[in-house]
Every structure is written in structure tokens, then in C-alpha cells.
């Protein structure tokens, strides 16, 4: 049974705070993303990995970025949280196209 | 440019009656098609996936690429299946990357 989880599940911030997200799959899976989840924008993909230290910006990589140190372990963060980075954040793993996704993080920017 | 339109929001049906979640996409090249499923305070999970040509939980998809549609199917709908549901296609240049719809809210009403 694949565990795909995430640090938080609800989390608030202030504007101008650097903010970690981290995410922790047990399958030993290639590739890990990092989407955000919007009401009626459906799920856009921030950035993804396919190996260790490697990256690729996903749709909307501006005012993020991530690292991938260990395979197990993909972090986003947001190196000056604004308040438009209110949002949803969910994470996947997968050796294909994304398949198993964390509960989410739910993060405030006040 | 690569795109993905669920055009409705909501699907509103009674427990019994027959359901269809449109799906079109735009894109270039022969994409893989994936539906993902969301139930309440429950994480996104894949529901079914094209080449496998399976049933999942009833639901059917069928690849039409003369209209470039991969509408999810369901003949007759259960209080169960009430959920917001996800279609994206994968392809492109790399075709682990997938492009989320906006998403169906399906409300099966008893």
C-alpha cells in the first residue's frame, strides 16, 4: 500500500515568510509532483522530479521552488509566501504519470 | 497548445439515472488519458486510465480520438459515486506530465 504523506495538513502563514512543504513517499518511486489545487482551476502542477536532484518546472513554477536530496523525500518551498499562494498544495508519486497523491496541505497566507 | 475542458461544474442526477463527465482535450501526438476521482475529506486518487480499458467502480471511459473526447461513464449512478472528478491527458514532450481539467462535481441525489 503506497504512503505518499505530507508534513502538515493545515498550515498558516504570514506574508514574506519562507514556507517548507515536505512530502514523503515509501514506494521508492521515480517521479514526484508537486501540484496546487484551486476552486474551479482544477490542479496545476508546480514542479516535478524524476530523480534525485534532478527538476522540472511544472505551469506554474513562479515564486517556487523545490528539492529532491533523497528519493523518498520531494519539498516545495516558497521563499517569500504571498497571499495568493493560498491554497491547497498536494503532492504525488509515481513511476509513470502521477497516480498516488498525498492528503494535501492546506496553507494560509495572511 | 496542449489543453484539457471539462465543461461543466456540476452534475446534478438522482441515485439510478444514467451519468457522462465530458472530457475533451487538445493535443499534439497519440496522449495517454487518465480519470481521477476525489471523495469528501478523502485524497485524489486514480480512477481508471485508457489503455487499460477496464470498469473501476462502473465507470467506463472510451478514447475517441476522431473528437478527442474521453468521456467517463456510468449507466446507472449510486449515492457513492457523489465526488469531484478529474480528467488529464499526459503527453507532450514528457508524457508523465499531466494536465488536470478543472474538474466535475458530480452530486448523486437520493
Known amino acids: 500500500d503506497v504512503k505518499v504523506t505530507q508534513s502538515s495538513r493545515y498550515l498558516v502563514k504570514r506574508t514574506g515568510e519562507k514556507v517548507f512543504l515536505e512530502c514523503v513517499q515509501d514506494?521508492?518511486?521515480?517521479?514526484m509532483f508537486w501540484y496546487r489545487q484551486d476552486p474551479g482551476l482544477g490542479l496545476r502542477l508546480i514542479y516535478f522530479?524524476?530523480?534525485?536532484?534532478?527538476?522540472e518546472k511544472g505551469d506554474i513554477p513562479e515564486g517556487y521552488s523545490v528539492s529532491r536530496e533523497k528519493k523518498e523525500r520531494f519539498s516545495l518551498i516558497l521563499e517569500s509566501a504571498s497571499t495568493n499562494q493560498t491554497s491547497m498544495y498536494l503532492c504525488?508519486?509515481?513511476?509513470?504519470?502521477?497516480?498516488?497523491f498525498g492528503p494535501g496541505t492546506r496553507l494560509t497566507v495572511l | 497548445a496542449q489543453r484539457v475542458t471539462q465543461p461543466e461544474k456540476l452534475l446534478s442526477v438522482f441515485k439510478g439515472a444514467p451519468v457522462e463527465l465530458k472530457c475533451n482535450y487538445s493535443?499534439?501526438?497519440?496522449?495517454?488519458l487518465f480519470w481521477y476521482v476525489q471523495y469528501s475529506r478523502q485524497r485524489l486518487q486514480l480512477l481508471l486510465r485508457?489503455?487499460s480499458r477496464e470498469s473501476i467502480k462502473g465507470f467506463t471511459a472510451d478514447l475517441n480520438k476522431g473528437e478527442t473526447s474521453f468521456h467517463l461513464k456510468k449507466p446507472f449512478a449510486q449515492e457513492e459515486d457523489s465526488a469531484m472528478y478529474y480528467c488529464?491527458?499526459?503527453?507532450?514532450?514528457?508524457?508523465?506530465?499531466?494536465?488536470f481539467g478543472t474538474g466535475t462535481r458530480l452530486q448523486v441525489f437520493p
Open positions: 488529464a491527458p499526459s503527453g507532450g514532450n514528457n508524457t508523465d506530465k499531466l494536465i
Open positions: 522530479s524524476y530523480d534525485v536532484k534532478m527538476k
Open positions: 493535443y499534439s501526438g497519440s496522449p495517454e
Open positions: 504525488a508519486s509515481s513511476e509513470g504519470p502521477a497516480e498516488f
Open positions: 485508457h489503455i
Open positions: 514506494m521508492d518511486h521515480e517521479n
